[in-house]
């Protein structure tokens, strides 16, 4: 009993802390913004700075306070309707393309429904009994993770909202500027064989698309030890790579003639010299930072012409297991990736960090999954059609969220995201 | 010379006066709103508030400072770009429908921007010499038209974007609800005949399009002495009048189909009972006030409906250009028409202010009519394509602002302006 | 009563005869064709010829047949469906824009349908008594006019529908080449004032939208004596007619950008010399033809950089109505616009045939006119929105159909007729 | 040597054999058809009839002719253009859904090519020397399945087109109407483990796609004994199946709503009764066949709904190569799928024929596939992005034309093929 309530305190602190400090991230990210910055939606695939902030907050509203806080009171009775995204067993859903057209709340109005959940969800976490406690901490952790990976969205979405703006506004300035350089690529073996992916409950957090660990047969293969650089890139689009069609797929293809695709997103051509648009201004790119802002359709297009390919989910997560959780992350405050120097011989280099890697996998449920029960399931399981697997997180994502298993996806033309490319290749 | 000078300095002081009071009252009504209120564009066919309040401040920069000030320095060079809002001879402009994905600059940049031209036009009147000042005056004067349609503009577009947010966000409250009964309509008589309407340089201020004065043939007519109101309208709603194809024109029936047409805009039902979305909130539709946010099609059903027909331009001018120029007009502050009140037997009631009155004249050159020249000809001219004439004014009009020669015009669908319908009809 | 009779076998006779005439030219019309050619809608604005067929076909069996004839059966129940173009108070019709999805009917039965409810017409004509054969010639002559309507659509559509192919398939082959050269352009005077146009029933065949006479007021004007050439034209394009914004309206400039415009439809250009594709095949620009297939927009930009206007139909009507209807028409089987030649000092060419002439006068009621009663209302009345007149006929018109009062219409934005440009100028 | 020419005379028959047999099949299958209906593309997923039959011909002379017959000469230089699908390296196509815009060539001129090139390619198997032979067997006979690809496409274009006439044309008539009773569904277990699917080359015919044989991981498994019949989907439907978002992926329940799915597609509910549209007309629902017609996204919201789910495509190829391909083919005539009656105890039903099954395997290469070289790498490797595969033929399908390890592929949310759904579900 003693014991018991000693892990009791332990836990109420635990969340306590991880609560306030991952909350508190989010403040800190949308600090270089101004008034009007919390508005804006440039595309469908954004949401406005302040729509972030809400709809997370909305999140541990209805999930947790909801069902487990007394004293609960709705904030704002619309909320429900503006700050749902996507949960249909919730209630219906103001339109995600119109986000952008709406000026109220305020970004004022938003913080103090930020401020007033934060409230109540301390108050429940101390004052919560033991068994109260224990369920609500699983829905605060996958909470949190939420929040960080609106955190990632936050900064892609700004990055596009003002990329758009002829002011090009600058996000934060970068006090210097990095100048290493990309060691050249290793290519590193790897056997196969029947393996297992993919986590059970229990291992820590997970989402329940990671689960279950699952067998896979692999067929032996290698993997270049760094991602590609924007110079090896520049190669591809110099030798006709964004008009030779035998290099992409169909939808490529079509993708490519009908968005008049010339180079990654956010690169810009003036008088034959290409610039950057980074989250520091525009800059002339450099050509030992990992290419990033390109589709799997490139991604693919790439590989094609480089004779090899890209891995399977698969191949990826049992390469790179066993490497230490280390790079270039959003808690850097960098926001945009740097060149890959070596570590070791014959090491990957940037597993995690910098870029998201697109790997060839489909995103499609594992073997023996089970979504999470109830408007929860929804997070991840209904979106498992037409999206493609990318592993191990970028330049904008937190250390604390990215792990082996974990399974980001996007549509295959989608460029917003920090995603890049890790070569894969058959041994025979 | 001594008589030259004070004629000079009192078109210096009254231009600095009709400048300032001008320029003031869009402060004014700017007033309340939040600053995210500044940035959003929720259709195409309006613009952020901070455009406004930018471009026409442009209009001054581009017209009169870049030609006539030496000691003008351009306050930022992209805004020549971001600012123009249709002037293909000035140069490139940023494309309308996209107006409201840019937070920057921020409103107290426009404010800064707006302070600045304030500044140099201000001491371009009191120190240019005497030649300049008559030359610039005409500029002014045009410049502070332009901005007064801006404001009207500023208003119909504030409650649109706030018509669309499900929060209803409220304008300004109302002190207090008028309660005043309509009228019944009397059929005022005119003979008709060789008539002249329009205007010539030189008889105060006019744009370009309402000039020259000309002759027109017109056969008897008579004119409904006041608008119709909510409740006539209503009649026609209750007689299927959105159900029923043989009171619209072709293009209008289709749009009621595929916009799903079955009111005027702003009005909402809820259980069976109307309501009408206004600067101070949704409130119940007030049966007695004229019907407004119609388009040209439902003003032409209305009209086909009730046996009756609208005016032509001209008739609307023969019969109105006596009349003094009194009305609701924005200065009043109601910004929402008010029921119409008889004034004597036989006069016609509310020509001007409340609403703008459609007529059956479609947009094109008088005779002998002459566009300005230089990039100013685009002001009105290029226009003249499918699009209607509407005369009068409405609640958000300021009264220096409207005459009897005075042309406004849209396409035949657009309801976002404060438009009604004053019925005519033939007399044999 | 034995003249009555006499009268009545006249009116009889005579109406066999032109209803036989005209139905039968619609046939000549479509000779030409293979079978696979009556079903294809290569843009939804042209309607398939075996549609074509049916829909005037439809028109009699709805408007005759249906109200008057006692022996009548329906010849398939679908056919009211598939047929009616547009009147809504007749019932609901299939839509317009995928009349080209619709294998069947087949051309042999659109034929069998043709044939039967000739005979049911004729029949009818032969056995109504004297009453009704007089109620039934007036529907019978609209029946004809809309027929003859109808092939100048089904030669503008052939047309359109053959152009997109890359076989690029002929007509009809031409026996031989004219070679004439257009003459001068000479300017024609006219004083205008108090005048008047339209017509009234009684006069011949009209349509409800040119009546009734009416005064118009106008200034005097000059008209060129001829329609402007390719040569002409082509001065325009080489000008950078489609590069610079400031000849056009605005929506015409919108047009020319979205639609890529470089020259009027049916103009190619290989390897820098301009082709022409015509119903006999691609054949290099003649410069001395009018120009044709150009919409209102290129028309009126095209006076503007010429430094005239276009005329008001009004002035049209006054210049022309004195000249005798002459001129190329579908008749001559040429198809094609020819080369204008002077016919005596000051004297107006070709005010008849060859190509539409674009108006600068919307499309809108006379004052005091009627639409006709029932469905036949719909004929004309409701298309009065957005669109501008055009006189005169052109080389696909049957010369029996066209008339000074003639209201010819189309949206300004559409360029498959054979339309042209005759300048118009004030005379101070 | 004279060994040689034995099996070079018995090849040659054998090609002349088949190559005969599968070109007359397409005529045959065309018979039914009038002149127009070979033209007409209701939809951009369907091509004309015409289209087919000139694409196949296109197909043998560009890849067999052009490359390796002296005495051929181009039949048509447009023709390149206009029947090349999608062969990029080829050259540039007609743009997809413009197919049915074109009235020439004719159907004739387009039997004429089918003859001349059929005489071409006789006239080669007939005189190609031993080597030459040897190689153009393998490209007559990827040739032949292409042409029976389009075989199963034309009939189910063909039922497309048909179904959107109101006249609703009748393929072919049924003589009688089958009566058979479904049997109830069997649940088959299979033990799974490291198993190998796929084929290598020299085993048979098989496209690129298909190879190389490779290990696969399994989990036990069970399989449906039949499809799901059309009464079982009812049941689906009646339950809310098309209005409760819990059973969908979240881009199936965005297709539901935008294109208003109620049913599968070419059901029709008239007074509340379902009716199918089949290639011998409209007729009520028959509960015992099995649904078709339905897209992946339902296939899987029926699953979810059932408690099942769909198999993987290594999961239906182990459980179903040992079968006997046996089923109703398209040489069946009956061209709609019929009640599923049992074989024996604890046997697959139906594997082969009736409808295509949709599995749960995204469409991508197995590990090791190598495409085709050349021109003919195109036909399958670049469409390997966002489609599901399916597996095991459909009534429209040759019998000769399917294997275990053969791969159709699709978008989830195509309809108009003959698609289907076997449930699958784990084993504990
Ligand atoms: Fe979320
Ligand atoms: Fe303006
Ligand atoms: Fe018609
Ligand atoms: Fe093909």
């Not at 991880?18 to 270089?32: A, F, G, K």
């Not at 909320?79 to 000026?103: A, I, M, Q």
């Not at 692999?218 to 110099?238: C, D, K, Q, W």
């Not at 979504?371 to 991840?380: H, I, K, R, V």
Request: glycine content about 6%; aromatic content about 14%.
């Amino acid at each position: 009993m003693v014991q018991q309530s000693i892990q009791t305190t332990e836990l109420r602190n635990q969340l306590l802390h991880s609560y306030e400090t991952t909350r508190m991230m989010t403040n800190t990210l949308v600090e270089p913004l101004e008034t009007e910055d919390y508005t804006i939606q440039s595309i469908p695939d954004v949401s406005p700075p302040k729509w972030h902030m809400a709809h997370t907050t909305w999140f541990f509203e209805t999930f947790i306070l909801k069902e487990y806080s007394e004293s609960y009171r709705s904030f704002h009775e619309e909320f429900d309707y503006l700050f749902n995204s996507y949960y249909e067993s919730v209630g219906s859903f103001f339109p995600r393309h119109s986000r952008g057209l709406l000026s109220r709340p305020s970004i004022d109005k938003v913080r103090r429904y930020r401020k007033d959940i934060d409230e109540e969800i301390t108050r429940l976490i101390n004052e919560a009994d033991e068994a109260i406690l224990i369920e609500i901490a699983d829905l605060i952790e996958i909470g949190l993770h939420h929040e960080q990976q609106h955190q990632e969205l936050l900064m892609t979405d700004i990055k596009y909202n003002f990329s758009i703006n002829p002011l090009k506004p600058i996000y934060r300035e970068l006090d210097s500027i990095e100048t290493a350089k990309a060691s050249p690529i290793e290519w590193l073996s790897f056997e196969g064989g029947l393996v297992e992916t993919g986590i059970n409950e229990g291992n820590g957090f997970s989402f329940d698309n990671e689960r279950p660990v699952h067998k896979v047969w692999l067929e032996p293969f290698e993997l270049a030890s760094r991602t590609v650089t924007n110079g090896e890139y520049l190669a591809f689009i110099e030798d006709g790579g964004y008009k030779r069609a035998e290099f992409w797929l169909s939808d490529g293809w079509s993708t490519v003639k009908n968005q008049a695709w010339e180079a990654p997103l956010h690169w810009e051509n003036k008088d034959g010299e290409w610039y950057n648009f980074t989250l520091h201004g525009l800059v002339p790119i450099n050509k030992e930072e990992p290419v990033t802002h390109i589709s799997y359709y490139e991604a693919e297009a790439y590989a094609s012409w480089a004779g090899k390919r890209l891995p399977t989910e698969a191949e990826w997560e049992v390469a790179v297991r066993d490497q230490p959780i280390e790079g270039n992350f959003v808690e850097d405050g960098v926001y945009h990736p740097v060149a890959s120097v070596k570590k070791g011989e014959g090491q990957l280099q940037k597993a995690y960090g910098d870029v998201w890697e697109w790997t060839k996998s489909p995103y499609m449920p594992y073997p023996g999954n089970k979504p999470l029960d109830g408007a929860l399931g929804e997070y991840n399981a209904k979106f498992m059609s037409s999206q493609m697997i990318l592993r191990g997180g970028s330049c904008v994502t937190s250390q604390s969220h990215i792990r082996p298993s974990y399974r980001n996806f996007f549509a295959p033309d989608k460029r917003w995201q920090f995603t890049g490319i890790r070569l894969a290749g058959d041994v025979e």
